[in-house]
């Protein structure tokens, strides 16, 4: 059985993949959260998956994936380390980022929120706010 640490990285390079061969730019970098961006405003819509999206099968599986990988993407570009409590049952939703400065961040939510509210919980804004990325 893997750990939730173990799944991070797993999850993020398999969404990567998965975005890259659908014409996103998913390359770990700050630049590539603008497609991150672009990707939910293409295949969701406050909170409802756009029918034939690539969030309509699996979205549990692919927010957490996403989650991952905005959290990985801030992770190489600020330092910081994961934390998770495999005996949560909220684990993969409650996973975490723990900054340098000692901050902690929820990417998973993040991607959660970014799905439920649309825009208004950009994920470039997200990272924007943390200090990875500008928000035009």
């Known amino acids: ?12 390079e398999w969404i990567a993949r998965a975005l890259d061969s659908s014409g996103y ?4 970098t700050p630049a590539g959260l603008h497609d991150i961006e672009r990707f939910m405003s293409e295949h969701s819509d406050k909170g409802t998956a756009a029918e034939s999206g690539l969030l309509a099968t699996d979205p549990g599986a692919r927010l957490f994936a996403l989650g991952c ?5 801030v992770r190489l570009a600020l330092g910081g380390r994961w934390e998770a409590d495999d005996d ?6 409650d996973i ?11 990417p998973v939510r ?3 929120k970014r799905f439920a509210n649309g ?3 950009s994920v470039v804004g ?7 990325v500008t928000a035009n």
């Not at 059985?1 to 993020?12: F, P, W």
């Not at 975490?96 to 929820?106: A, H, M, N």
Request: aromatic fraction near 8%.
């Open 1 to 12: 059985m893997t750990s939730l640490l173990d799944d991070v990285r797993t999850s993020a």
């Open 25 to 28: 730019r998913a390359d770990f």
């Open 69 to 73: 990988y905005v959290g990985e993407t």
């Open 88 to 93: 949560d049952p909220r684990g993969e939703i």
């Open 96 to 106: 975490r980022l723990r900054l340098p400065d000692g901050s902690v961040v929820w």
């Open 110 to 112: 993040r991607l959660m």
């Open 119 to 121: 825009p208004e919980d």
């Open 126 to 132: 997200y990272a924007a706010a943390l200090g990875v």
